[in-house]
């Protein structure tokens, strides 16, 4: 499903408040809210209003658990890493247990090694079944999500559920949820806003199914909800 927006503002508003109703939901009737987050700069106005006292005190945070899509695989103190861009603008703000946060990231390990040691992780919290309650997922010009690029091998995963892979044109390491393990989710949001995202979407949502160069067609959620949080611009009403 597609829904459009008259811009950002309103598009962060409905984000978080899906945030807040999900996570109240979880919590009330398992007992926790697992929720993947996203990264880029999308998502940033979203977590400042999460963090906000209009939002913040409306989630027993001592229960949410906080996984993540992607990670560029740098240090969690540089300004490139996911992992940063989240504290700064939210985690640092809202009463969350420093044991209920899994970054994509670790000194003194391989990409790959880590990659199964997060599986562990995330299997350690949802078991078995995989289901995340939450998974925030923004989409890049070109139609990728997550670290789940155009043309790369790891499109054509379907056994594990986090991989890493050096990323060629980037020059650098990536580590991502694959798209089974995203597919599992109970309700799936895609951020997407701005002129740059018009192509990509008409694709993506409209056009012929070719996931090799339009990544996010691949997530096609099981049994949970996809959602497509946009604007005008990138819906091309405007």
Avoid: C
């Avoid at 670290?147 to 991989?163: C, H, I, M, N, R």
């Avoid at 109970?186 to 409209?206: M, R």
């Amino acid at each position: 499903m597609v829904q459009v927006y008259n811009n950002t503002d309103e598009i962060n508003t409905k984000a978080a408040d899906l945030f807040t109703e999900l996570a109240q939901k979880a919590i009330a009737s398992k007992g926790k809210f697992t929720a993947v987050l996203t990264g880029g700069s999308s998502p940033a106005g979203i977590y400042k209003l999460l963090a906000s006292d209009a939002y913040k005190n409306k989630i027993d945070w001592s229960k949410v658990y906080i996984f993540w899509g992607d990670e560029r695989w740098v240090p969690l103190n540089d300004d490139l890493s996911n992992a940063k861009m989240s504290y700064s603008t939210l985690l640092s703000h809202v009463p969350i247990p420093q044991e209920n946060i899994f970054e994509m990231y670790k000194d003194g390990v391989t990409p790959e090694a880590y990659a199964v040691e997060y599986e562990k992780s995330i299997k350690t919290v949802l078991g078995e079944e995989g289901k995340f309650d939450l998974i925030l997922l923004g989409m890049g010009d070109d139609g990728h999500t997550a670290s789940l690029f155009p043309g790369e091998a790891v499109l054509q995963e379907q056994t594990k559920w986090v991989d890493a892979y050096y990323l060629a044109p980037q020059k650098m390491y990536r580590i991502t949820l694959t798209a089974p393990l995203i597919n599992k989710a109970e309700k799936i949001v895609v951020v997407a806003f701005g002129e740059k995202k018009i192509n990509a979407l008409k694709e993506v949502t409209t056009g012929e199914y070719n996931p090799t160069l339009y990544p996010m067609q691949l997530i096609k959620p099981v049994s949970g909800e996809l959602l497509f949080l946009v604007d005008k611009v990138a819906a091309g009403t405007n």
